[in-house]
């Protein structure tokens, strides 16, 4: 399987070149050249392991030998604290989809641990190095400092707003003590963090020099691992109910987690409805209920990892909206990147796309969703999830099997959990654990130059 750009400007790649490149040269999203069309496959897959599933999806899109990939995926999964990798609970009705049973507790870690396995992988084909330099408001950084730990031929550069993480997030960075692994704490906010990583980026002989690499979102081999989980958590309710079809409701906020839904729909998977489901940070929301996806300003919620506006994966949603059309895609992006808005009509019967149907949930219902799952049916949803559930009630129809992604452990949320019950109920041995560790880290000011001397001082000493 080839690669190619959502802006059509770069000639196609391979899969090992899309991992590394992250980001198109074009500015574009790297897209599979196609997806395959498996409606076939879907009986033999039914009864697979979650890691076999995981490999036969993942073989489609991967141009590395069998046998490797398969030890990869293998790895990739051996630190998750359940067999079955990512459970479905029944609850009130709906299916919880619990995919926080990885080591930083959140769903992230099915993608990053995968993506720190196949970076080892081809650094050590190609011998080269690689020295991730990321930006952090939470989640993500614990997640990727997780997947990189201890590697040999990588380093991993991670930068958090000081004092504006939430403690136990903090914690899961900071009390990473291997050699490889660099906590920053910048004097500053989120907003600093990402411009000093933006403009270090677009610095490209800095880049090169010191082989920067990146592990957002945007990495096609991220949403290549979440793709799996949809199969999985279907097949499991499909099997269950006797239902020929499933729906999904996923807590978004850079619309990475939902795209893997979608393809795995296109990829033949019986998908009814997907659920978009956001916080008050509301533009994937309205965007598929009116057409004008316009960028607001981000506010700050009880689900810190949604507070997003623009939604770094929405131009491979937009590329196949219209039609697989890089040039009309093209153009749209540059207008929006002067404009902050863009606008798509309904189609005849008032729908923006046939599968994805949106809503948001704001700071009360969001509390009163964990509140009464706690109280009626003691499970203890985190506040993203409770979001998404929050949604899915709305939108659920009767006799149709409704699948809600749980993105984390709500003990990694204990304090929203303490303001909806009003108990301080919820802990993780982990979480606990975290208590009087060690930590490393270093604040810096909120400036590219003390950035780029640390990166540049750790990178040649050793
Ligand atoms: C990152 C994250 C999300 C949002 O996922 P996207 O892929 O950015 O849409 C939701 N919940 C949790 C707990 C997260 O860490």
Not at 277 to 292: K, P, Q, V
Not at 419 to 448: N, Q, R, Y
Request: net charge negative; charged share 25%; proline share 4%.
């Amino acid at each position: 399987m080839k690669y190619i750009s959502t802006r059509g400007e770069i000639n196609p790649v391979s899969f090992r070149e899309a991992v590394m490149m992250g980001l198109a040269r074009d500015g574009g999203l790297l897209i599979p050249e196609e997806i395959p069309d498996l409606t076939g496959c879907l009986a033999a897959w039914k009864k697979l392991s979650f890691v076999e599933l995981a490999f036969e999806v993942m073989r489609l899109y991967s141009d590395l030998p069998e046998k490797d990939l398969k030890a990869i995926v293998q790895r990739s999964y051996s630190k998750f604290d359940v067999k079955e990798i990512t459970p479905v609970v029944p609850v009130n009705g709906i299916y919880i989809l619990e995919l926080f049973h990885g080591p930083t507790l959140a769903f992230k870690d099915v993608a990053l641990q995968f993506l720190g396995n196949l970076f080892e992988y081809i650094l050590k084909e190609s011998k080269q190095e690689l020295n991730i330099l990321g930006a952090t408001s939470g989640d993500t950084g614990s997640a990727a400092i997780q997947g990189v730990r201890g590697r040999d031929s990588m380093r991993i550069f991670v930068m958090h707003p000081h004092n504006r993480v939430s403690k136990i997030q903090e914690k899961q960075m900071t009390s990473v003590l291997d050699g490889n692994v660099y906590n920053i704490a910048i004097e500053g906010t989120f907003d600093d963090c990402q411009n000093i990583m933006k403009t270090i980026f677009c610095d490209l002989e800095f880049k090169d020099k010191f082989s920067l690499g990146s592990i957002n979102s945007i990495n096609w081999a991220r949403v290549l691992a979440q793709i799996v989980y949809y199969f999985y958590a279907g097949f499991r309710v499909m099997e269950k109910t006797g239902a020929e079809k499933i729906s999904f409701s996923v807590p978004t906020g850079n619309f990475g987690d939902i795209f893997a839904g979608y393809v795995a729909c296109r990829m033949g998977l019986p998908v009814n409805k997907l659920v978009l489901a956001t916080n008050e940070n509301d533009i994937l929301s309205r965007f598929f209920n009116t057409g004008e996806y316009s960028i607001g300003k981000v506010v700050e919620t009880l689900s810190p990892s949604m507070d997003i506006q623009v939604a770094s994966n929405f131009e491979r949603f937009l590329y196949y909206r219209l039609g697989e059309n890089a040039v009309l895609l093209k153009e749209m992006m540059l207008s929006f990147s002067k404009s902050g808005k863009l606008n798509l009509q309904k189609d005849r019967d008032g729908f923006i796309d046939r599968t994805i149907i949106a809503g948001s949930s704001d700071t009360e219902t969001t509390l009163s969703t964990i509140r009464n799952f706690h109280h009626e049916y003691s499970y203890i949803l985190d506040p993203h999830t409770a979001v998404g559930v929050h949604v899915a009630m709305r939108f659920k129809k009767e006799g149709e099997p409704m699948i809600c992604l749980a993105t984390a452990h709500p003990a990694k949320f204990s304090e929203a959990i303490k303001k909806a019950t009003g108990k301080d109920i919820v802990h993780h041995p982990s979480i606990d654990a975290l208590e009087g560790m060690p930590t490393k880290c270093e604040p810096l000011p909120a400036s590219v130059a003390a950035v780029r001397d640390y990166i540049e001082t750790r990178i040649d000493a050793n």
